[in-house]
C-alpha cells in the first residue's frame, strides 16, 4: 500500500479541491464547505481507515490513540468495514461514538464518585453522557452534519482509491516486488 506521506500528501492536495466542489455543491454555503473540508482532511489525517493498524493516523491520536485498540483487534486489516469509504465511516463513526462515551462516562465517574464523594455508578453515568449525545443529535442543525459526513466519506474515499490504485499499479508491475527485495 502506499506509504503514509503519499496518503497525507492526498489528503492536503484535495483539500482545496473539495471546498470549491463544495462551494459549487451547495450553492456558495461557506460553513457547509469549511465543515465538509475540515472533515475531509480530518479523515485523511486521523480519522482514515488505516485505524485499524499501527500507522501514522493511528499515532495522531497522541495519548488518546488506546481507544482503537480494540478496532484493531476486531477488524482485519483493509477489510470493507474499514476501508469500505461509506461502511467503514459509519462504523467508525459509530465505535467513536460509543467509546467517547465510554471514556467520558469513566472520567465523569471517577470524578464524582472519588473526588465529590457523590453516591453514582458508572452506568449512571454512561446513561447521562448518552442522554446528552442524543440531545445534541437532535439539536443540530443535520446540514451540517451531512456536510461533516460526506467529508469523513471522501477522505476514507481517498485512502481507499490510492490502496487500490497502488495494488492494481502493483500487480501490472509483475516482478517489480521481487526485484526489489533481489537488490536488497
Ligand atoms: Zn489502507
Known amino acids: 500500500m502506499p506509504n503514509a506521506d503519499t496518503h497525507d500528501i492526498i489528503t492536503y492536495v484535495l483539500v482545496p479541491f473539495t471546498y470549491l466542489g463544495a462551494e459549487m455543491y451547495w450553492g456558495g454555503d461557506h460553513l457547509m464547505s469549511v465543515i465538509a473540508t475540515a472533515a475531509m482532511l480530518f479523515a485523511g489525517l486521523m480519522f482514515g481507515p488505516d485505524l485499524d493498524l499501527m500507522s501514522r493516523p493511528y499515532k495522531r491520536w497522541g495519548p488518546l490513540r488506546f481507544i482503537w485498540k480494540p478496532y484493531q483487534v476486531a477488524l482485519p486489516h483493509r477489510s470493507a468495514l474499514s476501508h469500505g469509504p461509506v461502511l ?3 462504523l467508525r463513526i459509530m465505535y467513536f ?3 467517547f462515551a465510554v471514556v467520558a462516562a469513566t472520567l465523569l465517574y471517577l470524578r464524582h464518585a472519588y ?3 457523590m453516591q453514582t455508578t458508572w452506568t449512571a453515568e454512561f446513561n447521562l453522557v448518552k442522554s446528552d449525545m442524543f440531545s445534541f443529535y437532535d439539536q443540530a ?4 452534519l451531512w456536510a461533516g459526513f ?3 466519506c471522501l477522505g476514507a474515499l481517498s485512502h481507499t ?3 487500490l490504485a497502488w495494488s492494481a499499479v502493483k500487480s501490472i508491475g509483475g516482478g517489480g516486488k521481487g526485484r526489489s527485495r533481489r537488490r536488497r
Open 88 to 90: 467503514g465511516t459509519v
Open 97 to 99: 461514538a460509543l467509546m
Open 115 to 117: 473526588l465529590r464523594g
Open 141 to 144: 442543525d443535520k446540514n451540517y
Open 150 to 152: 460526506l467529508g469523513l
Open 161 to 163: 482509491a490510492a490502496d
